[in-house]
C-alpha cells in the first residue's frame, strides 16, 4: 500500500497546454508539499500546505497553482506549459511543518516533458 | 547565504571498496542534517537524521557522521544494492529543506 502516491508517472505534453499533477498521502500526516527536480538533480521546494492551509509559497511563476482538497491530498495545476516546465515534480508529506527537521515521506516522482 | 554542497559529483566503487561521500554546509543555527537515498526513477527515501556535532548514525553498511561544518556518509564494503543517488539535507528558516545536488554511487560486482 503506498504511501505517498501521485500521477500520472510519465506527462508528455505541448507548449501551451494546461495540465495537473494529484497526489494523495494514507499516512495521516498534516502537511504536504511539492518540489521540483532539475536535470542536475536539485530538489527545489515550491509549495507546502498544511491542513489545506498554504504555508510554503517559493518563487514560482503563477502559472503553477497547488489545490488541497483536504489534508491527504495536494494537486498542482501549470496552466500554459513551457518547455523550461521540465522536469520531475515530487510530492511529499510529513507529520508536521511546525518542525524544519521532520522528515519527509516522497512520492515516485512524475516526469514531465514539455515539447 | 545558505548552501549545502555534495562531493564527489559521482562515485564509481568496486564491491566491497569502502569509500565516503561529503557533504558541507553553511547554515546559521544547523537544526539538524538529513540523508536520503534515491533510485532512479523513484522518489527520494529517508535514512538518517543528524542533529549535533559528533553524533553518528548508522543502517547496515552506512554511518552517517555530522561535524560543525560538514557530514560524511560512509560507505562499508558496499554491494551492487547500494548503487543510488545519496542526498544531504539540512532545515533553513521557514520549514524549507535545502537538498544538496547528490552524489550518485555505482557499485560494481
Known amino acids: 500500500d503506498t504511501a505517498v502516491s501521485q500521477t500520472p508517472k510519465y506527462l508528455v505534453t505541448q507548449m501551451g497546454n494546461d495540465k495537473s499533477i494529484k497526489c494523495e498521502q494514507n499516512?495521516?500526516?498534516?502537511?504536504m508539499y511539492w518540489y521540483k527536480q532539475d536535470s542536475k538533480k536539485f530538489l527545489k521546494i515550491m509549495f507546502s500546505?498544511?491542513?489545506?492551509?498554504?504555508?510554503i509559497n517559493e518563487t514560482v511563476p503563477n502559472r503553477f497553482s497547488p489545490k488541497s482538497p483536504d489534508k491527504a491530498h495536494l494537486n498542482l495545476h501549470i496552466n500554459s506549459l513551457e518547455l523550461g516546465d521540465s522536469a520531475v515534480y515530487f510530492c511529499?508529506?510529513?507529520?508536521?511543518?511546525?518542525?524544519?527537521?521532520?522528515?519527509?515521506?516522497f512520492g515516485s516522482g512524475t516526469q514531465l516533458s514539455v515539447l | 547565504e545558505d548552501q549545502v554542497t555534495q562531493s564527489p559529483e559521482a562515485l564509481r566503487l568496486q564491491e566491497g571498496e569502502s569509500s565516503s561521500l561529503n557533504c558541507s554546509y553553511t547554515?546559521?543555527?544547523?537544526?539538524?542534517l538529513f540523508w536520503y537515498r534515491q533510485d532512479p526513477g523513484k522518489g527520494p527515501e529517508f535514512l538518517f537524521t543528524?542533529?549535533?556535532a559528533g553524533e553518528e548514525k548508522e543502517k547496515e553498511r552506512l554511518k552517517a557522521t555530522l561535524t560543525k561544518k560538514e557530514s560524511f556518509l560512509h560507505i562499508t564494503a558496499p554491494k551492487p544494492e547500494d548503487s543510488a543517488t545519496y542526498l544531504c539535507?539540512?532545515?533553513?528558516?521557514?520549514?524549507?529543506?535545502?537538498f544538496g545536488a547528490g552524489t550518485t554511487v555505482t557499485v560494481r560486482a
Open positions: 499516512l495521516g500526516h498534516d502537511t
Open positions: 539535507a539540512v532545515p533553513l528558516r521557514d520549514y524549507k529543506l535545502s
Open positions: 500546505y498544511n491542513n489545506k492551509e498554504l504555508i
Open positions: 511529499a508529506s510529513s507529520h508536521d511543518s511546525g518542525i524544519a527537521n521532520e522528515k519527509l515521506f
Open positions: 547554515v546559521s543555527g544547523l537544526r539538524g
Open positions: 543528524l542533529y549535533s
